[in-house]
């Protein structure tokens, strides 16, 4: 799941419930993954309870240039 601004705390439940209705699916393990720009302070600390969900936090640079 990605998200544009901060993770917030109240959407971790969201990414849980589709990660328990695959398991209840495929009964295979599932991996989640939380892409954001950052992560509110609750998610990371919620989040090392649940092995199978990774928090990925991104960035960018711009880089401008003239054209004649």
Do not use: W
Request: hydrophobic share 45%; charged share 25%; glycine share 4%.
């Amino acid at each position: 799941e990605l998200s544009c601004l901060v993770y917030l705390e109240r959407r971790i439940a969201q990414i849980l419930a589709y990660m328990g209705s695959v398991l209840d699916i495929d009964h295979k393990p599932v991996r989640g993954i939380l892409v954001a720009g950052d992560f509110h302070k609750k998610v990371v600390l919620a989040s090392r309870n649940v092995t199978t969900l990774e928090l990925k936090k991104y960035s960018f640079v711009f880089n401008f240039e003239s054209v004649k």
